[in-house]
């Protein structure tokens, strides 16, 4: 459910130092004295791709991947893009509405080569398998310029530690290989400003908070190191399967009524609606003598803003606000 299948063949720019899509201001610094963009480098999950200059056609494969390129307003050099998980909120709406949705799922190679591509983003590493676009060092030997989130790596080894300097870290890849460092590093202190904000109000604190992302014969639950832990311990709230490891596990529904949580965050997502998740709750008829299913005290929050990426940040106040007006109840 969270990987995604995408598949592409891509080809870096030629001539990427005449690459028209890049603004001047935003390419590179040229080497001293030669007159060329200095390469720019950049190595996740075990592999490096370098770019000569900023690409003009940007392939976005997932929410997460697109989200990132429109924060850092890079919406007038995507060729394409794919796959939502909800919506796009509306502060990047009408950017986004300006690039070509390739497919509404993951698109066909052909329809990806028909974009011309010249550089590949993607949130999960099932983009990069042989029955999809080929692996990225596949694509490398073929001049294809490739990123795949940290905290997407196929080997956990690699994979990033999951926390919002990991999602800055990722912000700060992107605008280096399009050159636009700095809008990085305003999101990053603009959300570092939001998480203390969020920190300061504590709206969770005394609450025990379940963390429901889809799911009826078993939960699948927010677990203990993952974007609803990351939330959670910003609003100060405990997370009812914070012991659990991951990011997200199935639970039981006896170890939810044992738990009885005080407030219950329910992901929205296309493929599996909060309000689809609150009926069930509401009911079923021993799930509805919850605690917090009795007090409706529910928090629908976007699937995008539960996982770790751009919008997590806005999950952690979106979150607070709607703790807050909650307190411990019998």
């Not at 310029?145 to 940290?150: D, M, Q």
């Not at 005394?206 to 939330?231: E, I, R």
């Not at 100060?236 to 012991?243: L, P």
Request: glycine residues 10%; charged residues 20%.
């Amino acid at each position: 459910m969270r990987s995604g299948i995408a598949a592409v063949a891509l080809l870096l720019v030629g001539a990427l130092g005449a690459c028209t899509g890049a603004p001047e201001a935003d390419k590179p610094a040229a080497a001293a004295g030669s007159g060329h963009p200095t390469p720019v480098s950049v190595s996740r999950c075990g592999v490096t791709t370098t770019v000569t200059a900023p690409p003009a056609r940007l392939v976005t494969l997932n929410q997460g991947a697109t989200e990132v390129a429109l924060a850092l307003d890079l919406q007038t050099r995507m060729a394409g893009t794919a796959y939502l998980d909800d919506v796009v909120p509306a502060k990047w709406k009408a950017a986004y509405d300006t690039v070509p949705v390739l497919s509404e799922k993951y698109p066909s190679k052909e329809k990806l080569l028909a974009a011309r591509p010249d550089f590949l983003y993607a949130s999960y590493s099932s983009a990069f398998t042989d029955k999809v676009a080929g692996t990225r060092d596949e694509l490398g030997s073929q001049g294809i310029g490739t990123y795949l989130s940290p905290l997407g790596c196929a080997d956990g080894k690699q994979a990033a530690p999951v926390s919002f300097q990991a999602v800055w870290d990722e912000l700060g890849d992107i605008a280096q290989v399009f050159g636009v460092a700095p809008r990085a590093a305003a999101i990053r202190d603009a959300q570092q400003r939001q998480l203390a904000d969020v920190t300061a109000k504590s709206a969770g604190k005394g609450l025990n908070v379940l963390w429901y992302d889809s799911g009826t014969k078993t939960p699948y639950v927010g677990a203990g190191h993952g974007g609803p832990q990351l939330v959670l311990d910003a609003v100060g709230a405990r997370n009812v399967f914070d012991t659990l490891p991951g990011g997200w596990k199935n639970a039981s529904w006896e170890q939810v009524v044992a738990a009885d949580p005080d407030a219950i965050v329910v992901a929205d997502a296309g493929w599996d609606t909060a309000q689809s998740k609150i009926d069930y709750l509401e009911h079923d008829p021993v799930l509805s003598k919850l605690k917090a299913v009795r007090n409706r005290a529910f928090v629908v929050v976007p699937f995008s803003e539960s996982t770790p990426g751009v919008q997590l940040a806005d999950g952690a106040v979106r979150v607070s606000a709607a703790l807050s007006g909650l307190a411990p109840r019998p």
